[in-house]
């Protein structure tokens, strides 16, 4: 099992740019979350989806995109990047079965946006 | 709505020490409650969690209590080392409607020296 994984490791932007970052899980999770990290923000919630073709908006979707088509992967489309976006990028997946509620993470994305 | 308040930090410690990261939080009903934990240019890896009052979590002689009547989830441990050297975050999910999602403290970071 690769767990959940995301690439690219890395990327840097000019404003005005757009880009997907890719989030892939191999656990036949039902959800998945994109969160971004920002120093003393702790990390906020994109968007997420509930299963294949279903998704909704987080705290802070403005300027971000996603789709579900497929169990596996759920992708992140920034439209028109700004320096506002200049973050550190997490996807995230759990099953919906039990109770624990636990959640995996990717190992990130460092997006700058010059 | 729902939110975790942990101690900011930094938090400095020589090896050996006794450590406790204080986390509260606030949410309606019963949610489920983790430590995560992120080693320097990582990922967030689960560390501890507590799904039900008075649950005890424990992991790499870390450990906290799901206290409901204080609502608080402590993290503590009672001898740290340098390789403990991370940040580290309290989260909730809570039950119902919005499980989807985690709702982040802002993380501490912990420095352990030798």
């Known amino acids: 099992n690769a767990g959940v994984t995301q690439t690219p490791k890395f990327q840097v932007l000019k404003t005005g740019q757009s880009m997907t970052l890719q989030c892939a899980q191999d656990m036949n999770h039902e959800y998945m979350s994109w969160y971004r990290q920002d120093p003393g923000m702790g990390l906020r919630l994109i968007h997420y989806?509930?299963?294949?073709?279903?998704?909704d908006q987080g705290e802070v979707p403005n300027g971000y995109n996603v789709s579900r088509s497929t169990t596996e992967d759920f992708p992140l489309r920034l439209l028109s990047a700004a320096p506002s976006q200049t973050s550190v990028y997490f996807c995230a997946s759990r099953s919906s079965a039990g109770e624990s509620y636990e959640q995996y993470f990717g190992p990130g994305t460092r997006l700058t946006v010059t | 709505g729902d939110s975790v308040t942990q101690m900011e930090g930094p938090v400095t410690l020589s090896e050996e020490a006794f450590l406790t990261i204080n986390c509260t939080y606030t949410a309606t009903g019963y949610p489920s409650l983790f430590w995560y934990v992120q080693y320097p240019g990582e990922g967030l890896q689960l560390l501890l969690k507590a799904t039900k009052a008075d649950d005890k979590g424990s992991n790499k002689g870390f450990e906290a209590t799901y206290r409901k009547e204080t609502t608080s989830f402590h993290l503590e441990k009672g001898s740290v080392q340098v390789s403990d050297s991370a940040v580290y975050f309290c989260a909730l999910t809570p039950r119902g409607g919005s499980n989807y999602k985690l709702t982040f403290g802002k993380g501490t970071l912990l420095t352990v020296n030798p």
């Open positions: 989806s509930v299963g294949a073709g279903i998704t």
